[in-house]
């Protein structure tokens, strides 16, 4: 048995070395393809942002055949709403802007620089690489790419093991549609993904968890390689004294269980006024049963993607439960053979829990009552800084409040994840919930090198401050001081 074990131990080192022989040398090509054209023109970035474009339209229906077979059942209207419609609009958008993001930006300078001139030129970093969740498999792998090609770099790209049927049809659908040294995929395990972590990107992209995220961030440090981690968390709601539940509640529902809850800006858990969580709970059930009926049966109802990952739901719910939480079945049953697990609401688990302590990703949503509004906001404030927030309501002056008296990743007011959709609006965490963003001209800002150019004139009046110093040098210095 031992040897059997050492056997397989050698097998998997053999892999991940093999592996990383791979990406060296996919990287080492990508790099000398980017020293031969250090800063593309526009046509070629256009050219390539085309390219992308065709690709996602001519692989729509495989991508979207992939990505259900890895969920198990992922209804086409959410692949194409949460993939295919993204990128494409993505990409668009990118083409259209792309001549002005491209256009070195003059800057003024004080009278003290003067008659000189500056400018910023906006230059690829060089190779960007990109390891994706399985959650939106082609949205956040092909995102985040948009705006590396748009910046004029390589891409190399790293799908989940999560999703090997989209991984397999994405890494023909690249091979087809663009060089080597231009994009490649790189699919693989977690040893593959450290692999890839650990390799000199000029730039890395990482989505998934903090715990990853972490890990990846040591990993890049040591080759000095910028990151933006994008790392979800803990994303809540207010339900505010002034909401009206009959607007507020689909919109709310319809933000927590597209894709199952398997959305890194989920809301995640919903603070209500202590009055009216029963309403609360009676118009969410209502509505669960409106847009999901006959679950488990319901064919627009994404399946968890993972045994695994059905089982830590299920363990969530149950911890809850045992520490004094009631749990409240919002419709349907479970199906744990086809991984459908029916949506339940959670009321009063313990903030040790991990309902209130883990990012949850699925259908499950923790109620917490709140008797002011100071008291809602403080909740949050404790708590690490979320991806993503959300308020419901009518009062202007407590949407104010709570704009200004918490930090989020990013806010969407009065209904859910629709900031995420908007391309000149940047996507990214703050704190626990990652750094950095992308998505439009932050994504192009991101992936560039903005390089500060001075263009000195004929005439300079710092030959005054040459050495060797005397009472000139010292008449100047007291002017720049007085006048700088």
């Known amino acids: 048995m031992d040897g059997q074990v050492a056997a397989r131990t050698d097998e998997a080192t053999a892999g991940v070395a093999d592996a990383g022989t791979r990406i060296a040398s996919l990287l080492a090509a990508q790099k000398a393809g980017w020293a031969a054209d250090v800063t593309p023109s526009h046509a070629t970035r256009d050219d390539r942002l085309a390219r992308l474009d065709r690709m996602v339209?001519?692989?729509?229906?495989?991508?979207?055949?992939?990505?259900?077979?890895?969920?198990?059942?992922?209804?086409?209207?959410?692949?194409?709403?949460?993939?295919i419609?993204?990128?494409?609009?993505?990409?668009?958008?990118?083409?259209?802007?792309?001549?002005?993001?491209?256009?070195?930006?003059?800057?003024?300078?004080?009278?003290t620089g003067k008659p000189a001139s500056a400018q910023i030129l906006r230059q690829p970093l060089g190779v960007v690489g990109i390891v994706a969740p399985w959650n939106y498999p082609l949205n956040l792998v092909l995102s985040p790419l948009v705006g590396a090609l748009a910046a004029g770099n390589r891409a190399m790209l790293k799908p989940s093991e999560l999703t090997p049927e989209f991984s397999e049809v994405l890494a023909k659908a690249i091979t087809e549609t663009f060089a080597e040294d231009e994009v490649a995929v790189v699919t693989g395990g977690p040893d593959v993904a450290a692999a890839f972590t650990a390799a000199p990107f000029d730039h890395l992209v990482f989505t998934g968890s903090t715990a990853v995220g972490r890990k990846v961030a040591e990993a890049?440090?040591?080759?000095?390689?910028?990151?933006?981690?994008?790392?979800?968390?803990?994303?809540?709601?207010?339900?505010?004294?002034?909401?009206?539940?009959?607007?507020?509640?689909?919109?709310?529902?319809?933000?927590?269980?597209?894709n199952s809850g398997q959305t890194c800006v989920a809301p995640d858990y919903a603070l209500v006024p202590r009055g009216r969580v029963a309403d609360f709970l009676a118009a969410v059930k209502a509505e669960v049963e409106r847009q999901y009926p006959g679950l488990p049966a319901n064919p627009d109802y994404t399946s968890i993607i993972s045994a695994r990952h059905?089982?830590?739901?299920?363990?969530?719910?149950?911890?809850?439960?045992?520490?004094?939480?009631?749990?409240?079945?919002?419709?349907?049953?479970d199906d744990p053979e086809r991984r459908v697990f029916a949506p339940v609401a959670v009321v009063g688990a313990p903030d040790d829990t991990g309902v209130m302590s883990e990012e949850i990703f699925g259908p499950i949503l923790p109620v917490v009552a709140y008797d002011t509004l100071d008291e809602a906001i403080a909740y949050i404030n404790r708590r690490d800084r979320p991806l993503a927030l959300y308020w419901f309501g009518e009062d202007k002056a407590a949407e104010?409040?709570?704009?200004?008296?918490?930090?989020?990743?990013?806010?969407?007011?009065?209904?859910?994840?629709?900031?995420?959709?908007?391309?000149?609006?940047?996507?990214?965490?703050?704190?626990?919930?990652?750094?950095?963003?992308?998505?439009?001209?932050?994504?192009?800002?991101?992936?560039?090198?903005?390089?500060?150019?001075?263009?000195?004139?004929?005439?300079?009046?710092?030959?005054?401050?040459?050495p060797p110093y005397g009472r000139v040098a010292t008449f100047m210095l007291k002017l720049l001081g007085r006048l700088g």
């Open 400 to 466: 104010t409040r709570v704009l200004t008296g918490t930090i989020a990743g990013g806010v969407t007011i009065n209904d859910t994840l629709l900031h995420l959709a908007q391309d000149d609006l940047p996507f990214g965490g703050v704190g626990a919930s990652g750094y950095g963003a992308y998505h439009g001209e932050a994504g192009f800002l991101t992936f560039s090198k903005e390089k500060p150019v001075l263009k000195q004139s004929a005439i300079s009046g710092v030959k005054f401050l040459y």
């Open 310 to 333: 059905f089982g830590r739901l299920t363990r969530l719910v149950e911890e809850a439960r045992d520490r004094g939480a009631e749990v409240v079945a919002l419709g349907g049953a």
């Open 220 to 258: 890049a440090a040591k080759n000095l390689t910028p990151v933006t981690l994008e790392l979800g968390g803990k994303s809540p709601v207010i339900l505010d004294t002034s909401v009206d539940f009959d607007k507020a509640v689909p919109r709310l529902v319809w933000g927590k269980l597209l």
């Open 57 to 83: 339209e001519a692989w729509q229906e495989r991508f979207i055949t992939a990505i259900s077979q890895d969920f198990g059942n992922r209804p086409a209207v959410v692949t194409t709403l949460t993939d």
């Open 85 to 111: 419609v993204p990128v494409r609009a993505a990409i668009r958008h990118a083409r259209r802007q792309l001549k002005r993001w491209m256009r070195p930006r003059r800057v003024s300078l004080a009278w």
